[in-house]
């Protein structure tokens, strides 16, 4: 793209429409790393890319109309069910320091209603049409990818499993696949602790679980937490 310095060019797309990441790497490279990225996006009081300027909102509902972002979800699986449609639904496996910075900004009990409300309306939906919940996976609690440790901030070594805080590698994203479509590959070993299948029952104890983990976590990382907690 003329006039536009290279590290801001979009990147290209292959034929199934995904981004490639090609010279990724080396980006991150001369950037410092993504020990220095995730520090200096995570510990420096923006709060990106939890909450975002002008108003640093978080909410579910629009006061004036009473519509909340749970509705085009129930939309779509409401749909699902009626049009016999094999869908898989997970959440995404962002690293351990976002969940870290949901709880120094108080959200920590907002992501665990938010959590139980996409539980609860998927086995509502079920009922309603008579058939079983569609499988549900939650992967951004602490496990072996999420929290993978990140570089010194003088390191511009490149993670395992993650470019950044909140893009994850291809081999992560296979990992995913794996467990929600049952797949084994040899040579690519899947985790037990990665993936858990949410259900009314097991909720509740999940989030416990995660919180357990994520206190451990951050004990074990008091280096690159205490910049997002104090900032």
């Known amino acids: 793209v003329e006039g536009v310095r290279p590290r801001e060019r979009v990147h290209g797309l292959d034929g199934a429409g995904l981004r490639l990441f090609s010279d990724e790497d080396e980006t991150m490279r001369q950037r410092g790393g993504p020990g220095k ?74 992501y665990a209603f938010w959590l139980k409300e996409l539980v609860r309306i998927n086995e509502e939906e079920a009922a309603r049409a008579g058939r079983k919940p569609l499988p549900l996976w939650d992967f951004s609690g602490v496990n072996t990818i999420t929290g993978e440790p990140v570089p010194k901030s003088t390191d511009p070594a490149p993670m395992q499993w993650y470019w950044e805080y909140s893009h994850y590698r291809k081999v992560t994203g296979d990992l995913v696949l794996d467990r929600i479509f049952d797949y084994r590959k040899s040579g690519r070993p899947l985790p037990a602790d990665f993936g858990v299948r949410l259900t009314g029952a097991n909720i509740d104890a999940h989030l416990a679980r995660t919180r357990t983990d994520l206190r451990a976590w951050a004990s074990a990382n008091s280096e690159l937490v205490s910049p997002i907690v104090e900032a």
């Open 37 to 110: 990225l995730i520090r200096t996006r995570l510990g420096g009081g923006g709060w990106g890319p939890t909450l975002t300027l002008p108003r640093l909102m978080y909410c579910f509902t629009e006061a004036d109309t009473g519509m909340t972002t749970f509705d085009p979800f129930r939309f779509m699986i409401r749909r699902a069910y009626a049009e016999d449609t094999d869908m898989r639904l997970f959440i995404t496996p962002l690293h351990a320091v976002n969940l870290t910075l949901m709880q120094a900004l108080g959200l920590g009990e907002r």
